[in-house]
């Protein structure tokens, strides 16, 4: 049974935005544990309330604005959230916070963990960033440490 559920936010079109789902396509040549389900949740956060309802722990990896270093990694916890803004062209229906506070009315409550990362730069481009980019390994050793994985 699944208990653990990766998820990768993001649109792939506007360059570091995409961050979320280049991580997962790479997780997805690693040998991760049965238990764990990788997920391509795009850019719409709402479409993924039923993760936070059926998993016991939810890890999210999407580039987060915080005007720092471009690549640096934040890992965060929902409540941190509302301290930085998403930035982007696409319209995501609600934040990942909004989407926690649902599952909580429904007597959901799973550990959720965010792995964001500062973009450099976001426009309308299929390639990331060489930063952003050369980051991917660094996400992927952060998210199988929080998982207790090699």
């Not at 939810?58 to 803004?85: F, H, S, W």
């Amino acid at each position: 049974m699944k208990d653990t559920i990766i998820i990768g936010i993001g649109n792939i079109l506007l360059q570091d935005d995409g961050v979320g789902i280049r991580v997962i396509e790479q997780l997805q040549n690693e040998n991760l544990p049965s238990t764990i389900e990788l997920v391509d949740g795009g850019t719409s956060t709402l479409d993924t309330l039923g993760f936070f309802l059926d998993y016991k722990k939810v890890i999210i990896v999407d580039c987060l604005k915080a005007n720092l270093q471009p690549g640096t990694i934040y890992k965060i916890g929902p409540e941190d959230i509302k301290n930085y803004k998403k930035e982007n062209l696409s319209i995501h229906d609600v934040q990942i916070l909004e989407v926690v506070k649902m599952a909580n009315m429904m007597n959901k409550y799973p550990e959720v963990i965010i792995f964001g990362v500062e973009p450099e730069q976001i426009s309308l481009d299929l390639e990331m960033t060489k930063t952003m980019f050369c980051k991917i390994p660094e996400i992927i050793c952060n998210i199988k440490k929080e998982l207790k994985i090699n």
